[in-house]
């Protein structure tokens, strides 16, 4: 039986960190960690010695950044050849975001690369360092290709993969917001992969002209106008509350401002779960009239990856559009694409922008 060669990526994070006087930080290798693993586990695989692009112990993931990332991805490309799969082991913090990020990256990538860290240091009481370390080796040595996090025994599509709990009491970091989480023991039988025969189409370009600002029911428009007006972002995410849109003056600057700009603006419920659908309610029927993009389905992380990847592929605003609603590598569902109704029913006549 042919040994599955694998190759770590240390970024850091809580699955490296240890207590200093100053708080806990990353001072942990991946060697450090290996060498606490089942040696058995670890003796059946040829692991290679680990790359460590942010340095020996990696960061904070809370300092990740867009050219942190890319060199995450720059990795697995420079080794793609040699290996047949990748651990990445991340602070939780930010690690949703990465690993979408390395999807839309890795587009229909044919070995799987898996994200991993932990809640609770090798220091902590029930700490999940090991566990979670030994869960990311058995799914790397599958032939469910893409890009997955591993997590608490569970496997879920990075694209479908988001933080739910910060780990004071609890190790269940992340679910899928499609609630497709997958037991390792499923992952290891059988076949979930996600890009099986797809062409590999890789870049690490990345824009870094996007950002997230959430809209409260107190939100001041001239507060926001100012922001975007200091801003060079060409996409914007904006948290909502549900499928109702929002205030018609928060709408109204952030259309003006996309319309003036040339730029995007993106609706995504505060929910972790269920899809942005602006065509159901009068709110939202006037947002989708005033050019904001639900964004379905998707996730908060992998909304936020693709904006940044369709941006830095340069697409126009109507390609962008069309784009944003085609599912890349697996980040929307076909059911809500269907459903969504991108044009207001009759009876509404179109509202252009005012300047607010």
Not at 126 to 146: K, M, Q, Y
């Amino acid at each position: 039986m042919k040994r599955i060669r694998i190759l770590p990526i240390h970024a850091g994070g809580t699955i490296a960190s240890v207590g200093t006087e100053t708080g806990f930080r990353p001072e942990l290798s991946f060697a450090d960690l290996l060498g606490r693993a089942d040696q058995e586990l670890v003796g059946e695989r040829l692991i290679a010695q680990a790359q460590a692009p942010l340095g020996e112990f990696g960061i904070d993931s809370a300092s990740m950044q867009f050219g942190h990332i890319q060199k995450l991805a720059r990795t697995i490309c420079d080794n793609y050849a040699q290996h047949d799969a990748f651990i990445i082991t991340h602070g939780t913090d930010t690690l949703a975001y990465t690993a979408s990020m390395l999807a839309f990256m890795l587009q229909g990538i044919q070995k799987p690369v898996i994200v991993t860290g932990a809640q609770k240091t090798l220091e902590d009481e029930n700490s999940d360092v090991i566990e979670n370390l030994e869960t990311a080796l058995l799914a790397a040595s599958t032939p469910n290709c893409g890009v997955w996090v591993a997590f608490n025994k569970k496997v879920i599509n990075a694209v479908r993969a988001t933080k739910i709990d910060i780990g004071v009491d609890c190790l269940d970091a992340f679910a899928s917001n499609h609630k497709d989480e997958l037991q390792v023991s499923d992952f290891l039988l059988n076949d979930h992969a996600i890009n099986k025969g797809q062409v590999e189409t890789f870049s690490t370009e990345a824009s870094e002209a996007v950002d997230i600002f959430c809209l409260s029911h107190t939100t001041n428009p001239l507060s926001l106008r100012r922001y975007l007006e200091g801003s060079q972002l060409k996409a914007l995410i904006v948290l909502i509350y549900g499928m109702s849109g929002h205030r018609e003056d928060l709408i109204a600057v952030l259309s003006h401002w996309a319309s003036a700009n040339q730029a995007i603006v993106i609706a995504k419920t505060h929910s972790p779960y269920g899809s942005t659908d602006l065509s159901k309610y009068e709110l939202g029927i006037k947002a989708l009239q005033m050019s904001i993009l639900p964004s379905l389905d998707m996730t908060l992380e992998s909304a936020f990856a693709k904006a940044s990847h369709l941006l830095a592929r340069g697409v126009e605003q109507q390609e962008f559009n069309k784009l944003f609603h085609s599912n890349l590598c697996g980040e929307l569902d076909a059911a809500h694409v269907r459903n969504f109704r991108p044009k207001p029913p009759a009876g509404y006549p179109p509202i252009m922008p005012k300047k607010p």
